[in-house]
C-alpha cells in the first residue's frame, strides 16, 4: 500500500523559507516512472501544480513560481522536499504531495494536505 505524508512547519513568516517534506512508504522514489509533485490548493481557489522530481532526480517547475521553488529527494529516507523562498501571504494553502505513474489509469496516489499559513 503506496501512503505520501506530509511534514512541515504549519506557520511561516512573510520573507522566510518554506520547507515541506514528504514521506513515501511503499514504493521507492527511485521506481520507473514515477513522478513526485507537490501541488497547493490557496484559500477558494483551485489546485495549483508547483512542481515534480521525477524517478531519475530531474526537475521541472511551474513557470510562475520557478524562481522561488526547489524539490529535491533523499533516496536514502524515501523522501522529496519542497523549498518555497521569499514567501508572502498568497502563499497560504494547503499543500499536498502526490506521486503518479504516467500513463491513463495509472497508479496516482495523494498525501493527506498539510495547511501553511504566512503571517507574521
Known amino acids: 500500500q503506496v501512503q505520501l505524508q506530509e511534514s512541515g512547519p504549519g506557520l511561516v513568516k512573510p520573507s522566510q523559507t518554506l520547507s515541506l517534506t514528504c514521506t513515501v512508504s511503499g514504493v521507492s522514489i527511485t521506481t520507473s516512472y514515477y513522478g513526485w509533485t507537490w501541488i497547493r490548493q490557496p484559500p477558494g481557489k483551485g489546485l495549483e501544480w508547483m512542481g515534480v522530481i521525477a524517478y531519475d532526480g530531474s526537475t521541472y517547475y511551474s513557470p510562475s513560481l520557478k524562481s522561488r521553488t526547489s524539490i529535491s529527494r533523499d533516496t536514502s529516507k524515501n523522501q522529496f522536499s519542497l523549498q518555497l523562498s521569499s514567501v508572502t501571504p498568497e502563499d497560504t494553502a494547503v499543500y499536498y504531495c502526490?506521486?503518479?505513474?504516467?500513463?491513463?489509469?495509472?497508479?496516482?496516489?495523494w498525501g493527506q494536505g498539510t495547511q501553511v499559513t504566512v503571517s507574521s
Open positions: 502526490n506521486a503518479k505513474f504516467p500513463v491513463i489509469g495509472g497508479p496516482n496516489y
